[in-house]
């Protein structure tokens, strides 16, 4: 008996012994938290995720960062819930069909989609947006579902609420937030804050002398006092039906 409960206590012992070195690991290897606030239609914006994101984490940087997709940018929301986009009816629409499509698939799915149709909008084609379904081999109808309806609706104002409540608030976009620490002007330098916060087994990327500098960044060109006009409308998608992109859910008074 006595030999018994020798052995049951060792065991336990070498558990115990496993199981901390697993969370010290775990805690080691986490990730770094990223987050990009953007709009769909905005030049720097989607320069800044074909030429600069897109490329660094295919080359493993999703292996030492958490990217978190925000679509929404600069829009405002009325007292009625209404939807209004610095760029027009149709950011507002891809703005919705880009949080459809984080909600419907997971990250390394959604990451694609919404590339390809950044791809679309800095070549002036972003209409044909539903082409990268067949292009990343993807079902329409969750996203063609989702952003028709109300839920579309919501994800968006999810969105807007989650970008209002910056602190401190965003000035430009694209907006990077690298584990809680805004990067403002210098968000093209991303990769080296990430390498540089990252506490786990540095991907290929990282091992670089200066991490990133080998990738374009995007210089910010708004000139000083600039107003941004917001407006709204009516924009005919691909598949015909009309959808009045300013997402109003009230009753018009």
């Known amino acids: 008996m006595a030999s018994r409960l020798h052995h049951f206590l060792l065991l336990a012992a070498l558990l115990l012994l496993i199981g901390g070195a697993s969370s010290a690991g775990d805690a080691g290897n986490g990730k770094v938290r990223m987050e ?3 709009e769909s239609l905005c030049p720097d914006s989607f320069q800044f995720m074909v030429d600069s994101l897109a490329r660094v984490f295919k080359d493993g940087l999703l292996d030492a960062a958490d990217l978190t997709l925000v679509p929404y940018g600069n829009a405002k929301v009325d007292a009625h819930g209404a939807i209004t986009c610095q760029h027009g009816p149709e950011e507002c629409l891809l703005n919705t069909v880009e949080a459809c499509a984080i909600d419907a698939w997971p990250d390394n799915v959604h990451f694609g989609f919404i590339i390809c149709v950044e791809e679309l909008a ?17 079902h329409p109808k969750p996203v063609m579902e989702c952003y028709k309806s109300e839920h579309g609706h919501k994800l968006s104002l999810k969105y807007g609420r989650q970008t209002d409540a910056l602190v401190p608030r965003h000035t430009s976009v694209p ?7 805004p990067l403002y002007d210098d968000f093209g330098d991303f990769v080296a804050y990430i390498c540089k916060a990252y506490k786990g087994r540095p991907p290929k990327i990282c091992q670089h002398k200066e991490p990133g ?3 374009p960044t995007v210089q910010q060109a708004a000139e000083p006092g600039k107003r941004v006009g917001y407006n709204s409308g009516d924009v005919v998608l691909n598949d015909g039906v009309d959808d009045r992109t300013k997402m109003a859910r009230a009753d018009d008074n």
């Open 175 to 181: 907006w990077v937030v690298v584990d809680g620490k």
């Open 36 to 38: 990009l606030y953007y």
């Open 213 to 215: 500098r080998d990738y």
């Open 122 to 138: 800095m070549e002036y084609k972003h209409q044909e947006w539903q082409s990268c379904f067949q292009k990343q081999g993807l």
